[in-house]
């Protein structure tokens, strides 16, 4: 019998497997996590809908699947989805087709501020599971808040400039946001790419698998030559990052480079800030110092990869801020170069600050190689443990 404590505990992939071996049923698993729902998101305000009726029609048609011998990498697993994408989107049709079960729209920014490092509902603002004064990051609030307070194991997002990285670094979890162009971006500036929240980095990579397109399927992560090189920027050149912030960021670099799985080399990253440049491809009026900005930052980041295999830098260069917003501090600092560039990265939880703020430590790779970025992380996530 499946029962709250237990389902807290496992991830996407353990559902999945037990799912699938008739341990429990999709059935039994969407209940339990329709009545955590009901129980516990009040005090979260991770969901703007949810859709039990709906929900326990697609599980008992992955228990229809499964009991006809169909083989669902992640069946029955609940998720969220952000809220404007829906469950017709790309990767939640694919999500869908590997057995997981949509359970509910997650809350998004509602454009009431200029910022977007928060999420909204009918009920009040979203909170962060870790502590419910601070905004649970943006855009994908709501879907970081349900991973993180155990709602569901895995949430669908979007990452146009961090908007996956962020929640998540914020809120203790993983998110991922795949090399540019493998899934269609949600944006016409091919910004936006489809992400994913989760608990674990085998998760991520379980999603991947799911949601790479079939003329070019993602393996999940194989054994690898080590060490990897990787090359630590607490700034990238440009951004003000809090000392706290990037030397609890680089202690858990540290401990992962102890095992002697990769070691640090030291190579500068100096991009220039890719503010305007976002800007400009975001309101569709790129124009030459656009494509200049972009060209220089993308022949620094063929130097820097030239000499590592990844880039490590703290995911946001502060902590989370209140529900009044971040003032002047730009929450997206070291996150959209690597929209503007197309890298994967992934935020891992680096641990907390003296004062007990969450960070998260970031890692991009080359393009394409999403497998080495996912490989990585599985390793250092023993080092890297959740904050929740």
Not at 13 to 38: H, M
Not at 46 to 56: E, K, S
Request: overall charge neutral.
């Amino acid at each position: 019998m499946l029962t709250d404590g237990l389902y807290t505990t496992l991830s996407a992939t353990e559902i999945g497997e037990r799912v699938g071996q008739g341990e429990f049923t999709a059935c039994e698993v969407v209940e339990v996590a329709l009545a955590l729902i009901a129980e516990r998101d009040g005090a979260i305000r991770a969901f703007t809908d949810v859709w039990p009726g709906r929900a326990r029609a697609w599980a008992a048609e992955v228990d229809a699947a499964v009991a006809q011998g169909v083989r669902l990498p992640l069946a029955g697993v609940p998720i969220g989805v952000k809220a404007g994408e829906g469950p017709d989107s790309v990767q939640n049709r694919r999500l869908a087709a590997a057995g997981c079960v949509p359970i509910g729209a997650t809350s998004v920014p509602r454009g009431r501020t200029a910022w977007r490092t928060y999420g909204d509902t009918d009920r009040g603002p979203t909170l962060n599971p870790l502590t419910p004064a601070w905004s649970p990051g943006g855009s994908s609030a709501g879907s970081a808040a349900a991973v993180a307070g155990r709602l569901v194991p895995l949430a669908s997002g979007s990452d146009g400039a961090g908007s996956v990285r962020i929640p998540a670094a914020w809120c203790g979890i993983i998110g991922f946001k795949p090399t540019n162009g493998r899934l269609p971006a949600r944006d016409r500036a091919g910004l936006n790419t489809p992400g994913v929240l989760v608990r674990t980095p085998l998760d991520a990579a379980a999603y991947l698998h799911a949601v790479a397109s079939a003329d070019a399927p993602a393996p999940l992560p194989r054994p690898q030559p080590q060490p990897l090189r990787v090359l630590w920027t607490p700034t990238l050149g440009y951004a003000a990052t809090d000392s706290a912030i990037a030397d609890t960021a680089r202690r858990a670099l540290t401990r992962f480079t102890a095992t002697g799985q990769c070691r640090i080399v030291d190579h500068p990253v100096e991009l220039h800030d890719p503010a305007p440049a976002w800007a400009s491809l975001r309101a569709g009026t790129r124009d030459a110092v656009t494509d200049a900005l972009i060209s220089a930052n993308a022949q620094r980041l063929r130097s820097a990869f030239e000499q590592t295999d990844l880039i490590a830098t703290p995911t946001v260069p502060h902590p989370p801020h209140g529900h009044d917003g971040p003032g002047t501090r730009m929450n997206v600092a070291l996150t959209w170069a690597f929209n503007l560039s197309g890298h994967p990265a992934l935020t891992l939880p680096a641990g907390l600050t003296p004062r007990g703020e969450p960070v998260g430590l970031q890692l991009v790779a080359r393009h394409h190689a999403d497998a080495t970025l996912l490989n990585t992380a599985i390793s250092m996530s023993a080092f890297t443990p959740p904050l929740l």
